[in-house]
């Protein structure tokens, strides 16, 4: 179903339309081991929350804050400020480069992205585009008085939504993204999750929420002393950032690492938030739930023999996967302090490796953290990548070399040299592979 052009969405309650939270708990990366407290920390985040569908040419940006008209609706500001997120996706939808558009200062980005809200092609982001619009029933054009006095009749065909919290702008979508917020995902979850599991970390941004459970009753030795659990972990973004997941989870009680088991290289369940129906949703989720805990528990086994492979140069091993993975120098010394770690007889396995890599992924922020722990969970079932041979010279080459001998010129010439030419070795040319 469409909502009409320019409807303030009331997607989210203002503060004052809900009673207060029963305590007040902070918001962002922290461990909780209570799924009802991950539940209240989410919805204590939605108070302010609040959308609106609105044409994009009705869209103004004043003094680097963004206008429109259904924005003087809200509880909150009638100009919003842009989040880092927020502009970014601004520009992707009006064919502005972000990093240049953040650079300029904020009189420079107004007159650009005015006139490019103006005339910018439809959206082209990649397959969201708007889908055709059923004819509006409208008792004359729509006219829009901009916070300068101009009029300004918008094109009805393209509409944005926009999302915002407070008096902040944190996402810029389609008219065809379908909401699946954080509380809703939670509520949906606590249908279907069975008892006994627990928040081991929870991680709640303006871009994501991450939220990883583990089944405590049932640890599996994989090393003397070293317990693993299976779980799952489930993501979401309500502003276009990533798909909703749910991902295979084995977790290692020791140093609280969590790997990621992609099934056939996907999520159990991976949504864009196109075409969601409630009903379907619940159904998919609940298979997704039962197929992750299977997934993970059927993972134990190739994770003992990880205990038994052995990787004979990690050095070259890191080397490539940063090259593979486009992983930074720093987090690559961090993995290797990590590994220092672990047990000796386990350095140089690729159980060690893995537990090198997720332990510092700890230290990264919540969607690179997930995105190396979905690395180890494939390493773990295609093992480490091949590194390149060493050079090593030829056998010919590597034969004593003849005595220069004196030219009919008296210049000396050695082996390869040409009369009057430079040495080849000299011009970078190397032995042969």
């Known amino acids: 179903m469409h909502l009409p052009t320019g409807q303030l969405l009331a997607g989210r309650p203002s503060p004052s339309q809900l009673p207060p939270a029963t305590s007040q708990l902070p918001l962002g990366l922290a ?86 809200v103006q005339h910018a092609l439809r959206d082209g982001d990649g397959g969201d585009a708007d889908e055709a619009l059923p004819p509006e029933e409208e008792d004359g054009p729509l006219v829009i008085r901009r916070p300068n006095g101009m009029e300004t009749q918008p094109e009805p065909s393209e509409r944005w939504l926009l999302r915002a919290k407070g008096d902040a702008l944190r996402g810029v979508l389609s008219a065809r993204y379908a909401r699946l917020d954080n509380d809703c995902l939670l509520d949906c979850l606590a249908r279907v999750l069975p008892p006994g599991f627990a928040v081991d970390w929870f991680s709640l941004n303006d871009e994501s929420l991450h939220l ?80 992750a805990l299977d997934a993970a528990a059927g993972f134990l086994d190739q994770l003992q023999a990880a205990t038994r492979t052995p990787v004979p140069d990690v050095a070259s091993v890191l080397e490539t996967l940063g090259r593979q993975e486009a992983l930074s120098r720093n987090f690559l010394e961090a993995v290797a302090e990590s590994l220092k770690a672990e047990p000796a007889s386990q350095q140089d396995t690729v159980w060690g490796l ?52 004196p030219s009919s010129n008296g210049a000396r010439l050695g082996n390869g040299q040409a009369k009057g030419g430079e040495n080849a070795f000299s011009q970078g040319a190397g032995y042969a592979n």
């Open 354 to 405: 893995v537990n090198g890599l997720t332990q510092a992924a700890q230290r990264l922020p919540a969607d690179e953290r997930y995105g190396v722990e979905a690395l180890a969970g494939r390493l773990i079932e295609s093992g480490p990548p091949k590194t390149s041979a060493p050079k090593v010279p030829s056998p010919k080459l590597l034969q004593p070399r003849p005595m220069p001998q």
């Open 212 to 291: 990883r459970l583990v089944d405590t009753r049932t640890p599996r030795q994989v090393l003397p002393g070293d317990d693993l659990m299976v779980g799952l972990h489930v993501g979401n973004s309500e502003v276009g950032r990533r798909a909703v997941t749910v991902d295979a989870l084995v977790y290692r009680l020791v140093c609280q690492n969590g790997l990621i088991r992609l099934v056939k290289g996907k999520s159990l369940m991976h949504r864009r938030h196109l075409y969601l129906s409630a009903p379907r949703f619940q159904e998919v989720l609940q298979g997704a739930v039962v197929g």
């Open 31 to 116: 461990p909780t081991g209570d799924f009802d407290h991950a539940r209240e920390r989410v919805r204590q985040d939605a108070l302010d929350k609040w959308d609106a569908l609105t044409p994009r040419a009705a869209v103004w940006l004043h003094e680097g804050k963004v206008w429109f008209p259904e924005a003087a609706q809200s509880d909150f500001a009638s100009f919003l400020a842009p989040t880092s997120w927020a502009t970014s996706q601004l520009c992707q939808r009006l064919g502005i480069p972000a990093p240049y558009f953040k650079r300029c200062p904020p009189r420079l980005r107004d007159v650009q992205f005015n006139h490019w």
